[in-house]
T-cell receptor
């Protein structure tokens, strides 16, 4: 069974640009969550989607947005990138909202 | 709001040493508690969990006991191996189960032969 797949693995952008990250959950999983991981702040929750609906949202500015498609694949978008957005972005999926999370390897975003 | 505090790293141990990584939490009610592990270049994996007071979670020689009276969930292993080198995260989920996982900042463990 394939795991959670995140693309791309690495990304380099400059300030002011926008970026879209992709996450394909494990087959049969309907819930997708996104986390931002930085050395200083650890893992910070961004948002959670279940069956195309946003269930929970973390305390991030509106520049961070996401969506989920009918096949459960999810994307997150960051507009007007700032240096502080440099981080590892992790996606996790589960069958239902409160079940065990399976994490992808993440997308390492560097903003120059 | 809910929060998790875990000991600062990095922690460096010799092979076969005893490991303790402290974790305390602040939450209303009775949250579920978790330990996740992140190996280099990989995402997080669930290591163990406990869902009610006095429960002991265990896996791969690691153990943690849910202590409501001290709001703690310390991770222990009797004899660490080089392959245990990773970052360990303590986390909680609120009693309703419908809130996102809240993570501690992680503790990096390095085990040397």
């Amino acid at each position: 069974k394939a795991g959670v797949t995140q693309t791309p693995r690495y990304l380099i952008k400059t300030r002011g640009q926008q970026v879209t990250l992709s996450c394909s959950p494990i087959s049969g999983h309907r819930s997708v969550s996104w986390y931002q991981q930085t050395p200083g702040q650890g893992l910070q929750f961004l948002f959670e989607y279940f069956s195309e609906t946003q269930r929970n949202k973390g305390n991030f500015p509106g520049r961070f947005s996401g969506r989920q498609f009918s096949n459960s694949r999810s994307e997150m978008n960051v507009s007007t990138l700032e240096l502080g957005d440099s981080a590892l972005y992790l996606c996790a999926s589960s069958r239902e909202t409160n079940e065990k999370l399976f994490f992808g390897s993440g997308t390492q975003l560097s903003v120059l | 709001g809910d929060s998790v505090t875990q000991m600062e790293g990095p922690v460096t141990l010799s092979e076969e040493a005893f490991l303790t990584i402290n974790c305390t939490y602040t939450a209303t009610g009775y949250p579920s508690l978790f330990w996740y592990v992140q190996y280099p270049g990989e995402g997080l994996q669930l290591l163990l969990k406990a869902t009610k007071a006095d429960d002991k979670g265990s896996n791969k020689g690691f153990e943690a006991t849910y202590r409501k009276e001290t709001t703690s969930f310390h991770l222990e292993k009797g004899s660490v191996q080089v392959s245990d080198s990773a970052v360990y995260f303590c986390a909680l989920r609120g009693p309703s189960g419908n809130t996102p996982l809240v993570f501690g900042k992680g503790t990096r463990l390095s085990v040397i032969a």
